[in-house]
């Protein structure tokens, strides 16, 4: 079976322009979480959906960052204007129903802005 | 806010050696999950416990959690370079997860 799947895999873009990040959670999976990786701050939950919805959007940081699942199999993660300070690797996850279900990541969005 | 602080930040072991990294809470834990990520990956799950005091073995890999469900350790058993990674642990207890600030190890062959 195919993992979470993320696109690009590699990003460079300069101070200004629109990033935009893809994901592919696994088939099934009702769950889907959007995270950021930095060495300063860790691993920092951004935004999740339950079936496609919007549940919690509190670690968005700001306007410039908004997020999008118009399927279950696809989501967005959109960044306008980027800042160098969006530098980070972007992770996607996915899970199914359940307390203490796993979470299985994506290989993550590198990210670099100049 | 929940705060997960883990020990020690960095650890650089020779092959063979025991280790132990831990991760403390701020507050109760309601399950947590260890998690370990190598270079350009994601993190990938190794572990979840629940219950206080709990023990469970993977392998090398001995996980237990506090008495009191605020802490929670990883004792690794002669490790080997491909234990290399991040190791993270999780607040799992809704699905706003709370990763904490992670160890990073260096088995040394």
């Known amino acids: 079976d195919a993992g979470v799947i993320q696109s690009p895999r590699h990003e460079v873009t300069e101070m200004g322009q629109e990033v935009t990040l893809r994901c592919k959670p696994i088939?099934?999976?009702?769950?889907l979480f959007w995270y950021r990786q930095t060495m300063m701050r860790g691993l920092e939950l951004l935004i999740y959906f339950n079936n496609n919805v919007p549940i919690d959007d509190s670690g968005m940081p700001e306007d410039r960052f908004s997020a999008k699942m118009p399927n279950a199999s696809f989501s967005t993660l959109k960044i306008q204007p980027s800042e160098p300070r969006d530098s980070a690797v972007y992770f996607c996850?996915?899970?199914?129903?359940?307390?203490?279900?796993?979470?299985?990541f994506g290989p993550g969005t590198r990210l670099t802005v100049l | 806010t929940q705060l997960l602080e883990q020990s020690p930040q960095f650890l650089s072991i020779q092959e063979g050696e025991n280790l132990t990294v831990y991760c403390n809470s701020s507050?109760?834990?309601?399950?947590l999950q260890w998690y370990r990520q190598e270079p350009g990956e994601g993190p990938v799950l190794l572990v979840t416990?629940?219950?206080?005091?709990e023990v469970k073995k993977l392998k090398r890999l001995t996980f237990q959690f506090g008495d009191a469900r605020k802490d929670s350790s990883l004792h690794i058993t002669a490790a080997q370079p491909g234990d290399t990674g991040l190791y993270l642990c999780a607040n799992s207890g809704t699905y706003k997860y709370i990763f904490g600030t992670g160890t990073r190890l260096k088995v040394l062959a």
């Open positions: 416990v629940v219950t206080g005091g």
């Open positions: 996850a996915s899970s199914l129903w359940g307390r203490y279900n796993e979470q299985f």
């Open positions: 507050s109760v834990f309601s399950s």
């Open positions: 088939s099934g999976h009702d769950y």
